[in-house]
């Protein structure tokens, strides 16, 4: 085989194999988040939004994972969010990977900026640790290019939220 065919065929090659990683962006998504908190007993109570850019927010195929286990990650925001209501998310689940739509094993920390500007600390629902007193139902849809996670629980300290993140 002459090395003009060769190169192209070895092209082909590389072109196939990293093309599922490839077509997949879940790096740099433009995010908008939303967050109703209740039961805190004014800690935190109330409705936040944001908006700006997710480091990450996608799914980790197990190939590309470094536990050897597929996952779906929203780690947002990518950038300083100054003022934002929402200061950062942090969202895993093992369970809402490849054609799973809902699922009752997550982690989910949101932590929010008060109108008098106030960081108190994250609000936390954590239905993979075993913690029994954590319940929750996490959903994943995706139309087109945009994946919408929405979250509704009840945490240990009888916190309430409702959660959606679009990227």
């Given amino acids: 085989m002459k090395c003009s065919r060769?190169?192209?065929?070895?092209?082909?090659?590389?072109?196939?194999?990293?093309?599922?990683l490839q077509s997949q962006n879940i790096y740099q998504k433009?995010?908008?988040v939303k967050a109703t908190i209740a039961g805190s007993h004014r800690l935190y109570d109330g409705s936040f939004t944001a908006t700006g850019t997710a480091s990450i927010c996608g799914e980790i195929p197990k190939e590309s994972s470094l536990t050897g286990t597929a996952v779906f990650v929203v780690e947002y925001p990518n950038d300083d969010p100054g003022t934002a209501q929402i200061q950062s998310v942090s969202f895993g689940s093992?369970?809402?990977v490849g054609n799973v739509k809902?699922?009752?094993?997550?982690?989910?920390?949101?932590?929010?900026?008060?109108?008098?500007?106030?960081?108190p600390y994250a609000y936390v629902l954590s239905t993979e640790s075993g913690r029994p007193k954590n319940s929750g139902t996490a959903t994943r849809t995706t139309v087109g290019r945009v994946t919408k996670i929405t979250v509704v629980g009840l945490n240990e300290r009888g916190e309430t939220i409702n959660f959606s993140l679009e990227c």
């Avoid at 060769?6 to 599922?20: D, E, G, K």
């Avoid at 809902?102 to 960081?119: D, E, H, I, Q, Y």
């Fill in 6 to 20: 060769v190169v192209p065929v070895l092209a082909l090659i590389l072109a196939a194999s990293s093309q599922p």
């Fill in 30 to 32: 433009k995010t908008v």
């Fill in 94 to 96: 093992k369970q809402l």
């Fill in 102 to 119: 809902k699922g009752t094993l997550f982690n989910l920390n949101v932590a929010v900026r008060l109108p008098n500007g106030s960081k």
